[in-house]
């Protein structure tokens, strides 16, 4: 264990310590496997080389910011501790090229699959990609992880997320709440996967600051998506007017990736898809990436990729059969022929399906009464 000892010059121990050195204690508990002891205007510093370099390095910015502002608060102290962390976290990505980002509980988040490997490669050499491919196979999570990795790393300066709100069997009218409480349901994936990525209170900030804005497709009509990370989740219910008008949204200084998957359009029976349309119109243009997700990709429970699986071959056999019922001759249709006469061959008008009746030798009631 190695020590180290900071004098504090000009600085008024009350002012920088905080009461009962509050200042210092909180700065001692991140380092739990370090020691800081302040004695007078000595601050006694503890533990294993690399510790003490960043416990040494948030004192001299604390110092700094004291001679600027005048003041130290436990929130400042925080603020510095967080910054520690990403600067931390930045130098652990570095040395790891394949992590993309280390979650909130410092869990490793990254590719699993081949075509996730795509996907992060897509989004690294252009700056709008399609991510296609059934539910499981990490395509929001994926994209998620991206932002808030191209966020951190200062290359954007927001992340903005949208989902079209499509109604499946409850209009949103008769949904409890606000518009917020209203819309908020279906935008829950995405603050799941923000929960997993980013501290409580760092994500609270992000949101209170407009930093992070996840908002429903219409809110984006109008706007100028600038210097920011863009993602549309479940692409696949816009309408073709609403997914170009997003498209058309991309700023010069912008990544934006499109996610949907093909085989869930909640959309109208006789609405057709903007996603679908957009893949046929831009499927050439240079500079836009499109991966394309398998049931191999599935990373949830081992039962998901085989329900992919048997889905995907009840389409296809369901396709088979329409294509037989088409190339299959039309027995033309019997025409109704009235009895010519009595006889065994003669049809029995009372079970023709349009018969009255009378046409079964009986009579209806007649009402007299006037």
Do not use: C, W
Request: aromatic letters at 6%; a negative charge.
């Amino acid at each position: 264990m190695v020590e180290k000892i900071i004098t504090l010059e000009n600085v008024s121990l009350v002012e920088f310590l905080g009461a009962d050195n509050q200042n210092i204690r909180q700065l001692a508990a991140a380092f739990p496997g370090s020691k800081v002891i302040s004695r007078g205007n000595e601050i006694k510093i503890q533990g294993q080389p690399a510790v003490i370099s960043r416990i040494n390095e948030i004192l001299s910015a604390l110092i700094e910011h004291y001679h600027q502002y005048g003041t130290i608060t436990d929130k400042t102290v925080s603020q510095y501790l967080s910054s520690a962390d990403e600067d931390l976290e930045e130098a652990r990505i570095a040395a790891s090229p394949d992590v993309i980002l280390f979650g909130a509980k410092g869990g490793v988040i990254k590719a699993r699959t081949a075509n996730q490997q795509r996907l992060v490669d897509a989004v690294m050499h252009n700056d709008l990609v399609f991510a296609l491919g059934p539910a499981g196979t990490g395509k929001t999570y994926i994209s998620v992880a991206l932002a808030v990795r191209a966020l951190k790393n200062k290359e954007v300066k927001k992340i903005i997320i949208s989902r079209p709100v499509v109604e499946a069997g409850e209009s949103l009218g008769f949904l409890p709440g606000d518009m917020k409480d209203k819309v908020d349901p279906y935008l829950r994936p995405i603050y799941d996967a923000l929960e997993d990525m980013l501290p409580p209170e760092k994500f609270k900030f992000y949101l209170e600051n407009k930093t992070i804005e996840i908002a429903p497709l219409a809110y984006m009509r109008g706007r100028t998506l600038n210097n920011a990370f863009v993602l549309l989740d479940e692409a696949q219910n816009t309408t073709p007017s609403q997914l170009k008008m997003f498209l058309t949204r991309m700023g010069p200084q912008a990544k934006v990736m499109v996610n949907g998957d093909r085989s869930q359009v909640d959309l109208p029976t006789r609405q057709k898809s903007g996603l679908n349309q957009a893949l046929d119109i831009l499927r050439d243009v240079q500079g836009i990436g499109f991966i394309e997700m398998t049931a191999e990709d599935v990373v949830r429970h081992r039962l998901v990729k085989q329900i992919v699986q048997a889905y995907d071959q009840f389409d296809v056999d369901e396709e088979q059969e329409r294509a037989n019922q088409a190339n299959r001759p039309v027995r033309p249709a019997q025409a109704y022929r009235r009895p010519s006469g009595p006889g065994p061959d003669a049809p029995d008008p009372g079970k023709h399906p349009d018969a009255r009746p009378e046409d079964d030798g009986t009579k209806l009631p007649v009402n007299h009464e006037q």
